[in-house]
């Protein structure tokens, strides 16, 4: 089964608005919850991450809310830009250094100028 | 430094034919992985290493093989490839288990 099911799939802004794109996961031991950005031909690279001892962790432009009640975590991309066109996902791992990193199956996001 | 580098960036195959999918880091990483990406369905893991010698299965491990020899590479066989291994393949690494998965920028394979 999906561990971790994101929405939207795909998502328009305009330049400056508000993009917000979420996670949600059934599994607990997650502890660890990272948000990746893909441009096209290329691999994805870590953009921020966080644990579930924390609410909300922020850098720059980029924001991860987490609710570990409800089990969900979003990504808030404030003053969109063209530049932030990229896929998104959402990922988690879970508890005492599991190997393995599970992913959302990605958001794509267009910005419009 | 290169970081994590994968080769060959596309290939086709036909059914039933093998290849050997190549990754190599130069960052001293322990950890390697292989994932294959596909529309809509996000990244799936297919095997990873924690160090040389040692290889365990991820989430799509079947009708692909896997060895470390060395830390800094991971090839990724297909014995008998198949039209459901049509994907873009990617190979991560990380050094801790805290730190960030490094992306190479991905294989293209196609098999008709």
């Known amino acids: 089964q999906q561990q971790v099911k994101q929405s939207p799939q795909s998502l328009i802004v305009q330049k400056g608005g508000i993009s917000i794109i979420n996670c949600a996961y059934e599994n607990t031991a997650f502890d660890y919850f990272p948000w990746y950005q893909q441009f096209p031909g290329k691999g994805p690279a870590l953009l921020i991450a966080?644990?579930?001892?924390?609410s909300e962790k922020k850098e720059g432009r980029f924001t991860i809310s987490f609710n570990k009640s409800a089990k969900q975590f979003s990504l808030h991309i404030m003053d969109s830009q063209p530049g932030d066109s990229a896929t998104y996902f959402c990922?988690?791992?879970?508890?005492?250094?599991?190997?393995?990193?599970?992913f959302g199956k990605g958001t794509k996001l267009t910005v419009n100028p | 430094n290169a970081g994590v580098t994968q080769t060959p960036k596309f290939q086709v195959l036909k059914t039933g034919q093998s290849m050997t999918l190549q990754c190599a880091q130069d960052?001293?990483?322990?950890?390697m992985s292989w994932y294959r990406q596909d529309p809509g369905m996000g990244l799936r893991l297919i095997h990873y290493s924690v160090g040389a010698g040692i290889t365990d299965q991820g989430e799509v491990p079947n009708g692909y093989n896997v060895s470390r020899s060395t830390t800094e590479d991971f090839p990724l066989r297909l014995l008998s490839a198949a039209p459901s291994q049509t994907s873009v393949y990617f190979c991560?690494?990380?050094?801790?288990?805290?730190?960030?998965?490094?992306f190479g920028n991905g294989t293209r394979l196609t098999v008709t």
């Open positions: 966080i644990r579930p001892d924390v």
């Open positions: 990922a988690a791992r879970s508890q005492g250094g599991s190997e393995k990193l599970v």
């Open positions: 991560a690494t990380r050094g801790t288990v805290n730190s960030p998965l490094h």
């Open positions: 960052m001293n990483h322990e950890y």
